[in-house]
């Protein structure tokens, strides 16, 4: 049975630490990515989208008084680029209106982010989208994502029958780091999983998992 996202808020806030949370992406969440964030030390991720409301404060009362479990706040308006610092201030003082489990999001791309976000708005968690993206491993103190995450990464994939064009696309992401963009080009290019690998091994040793 997996644990239920109250008792993982026990669970973290006894260690001392955040909540580490994968936000919900319409195209890039499917299982592939979710099982390896999880190798990665992420807590809880998501499959679905989650609209926000404009009245927020009013609409947290709203939620509170329907008995939802936790609430999960973005610094940034739907209008708002990602290129717009998130509100932390007004993050903390939403925190301040309910007494539920509170999650922040936006600009997340390390774990000293994660922890520097949390003691700034006093939430109880924080949720990563475009950084885990970047970095699987984010979570788990890696500042670049790991060869070993790229080799599970893959064999995810091919367990899972995920599409080659979106492992490309989680490749070009994650590899942003340790990549040129004259090497991804060729990435791109790849017509198949036997074409992607190959890339792959051209430029680092896959690690092929034992099971």
Known sequence: MMPSPLS?????KAEGRPLYVSGPMVRYSKLPFR???QDYKVDLTYTPMILAHDETIKFIKIVEAAGVDYITIHGRLRNQ???TPPNFEAIKMLRAQTTLPVLANGDVYSLEDAHRIT????VDGVMAARGLLENPALFAGFDKTPIEAVS???????????????????????M????????RAGLA??????????????RCKLQRPLV
């Open 8 to 12: 993982l808020f026990e669970k973290t």
């Open 119 to 122: 003691k700034e708005t006093g």
């Open 189 to 202: 290019v790849c017509n198949d999983m036997v074409d992607v690998v190959d890339w792959l091994d051209s």
């Open 81 to 83: 680029r990602s290129s």
């Open 35 to 37: 099982l390896l964030v």
């Open 152 to 174: 599970q990464f893959i064999h995810y994939a091919v367990q899972g029958g995920m599409r080659h064009e979106l492992v490309v696309h989680h490749l070009s992401e994650m």
């Open 176 to 183: 942003g780091g340790v990549t040129t963009k004259r090497e």
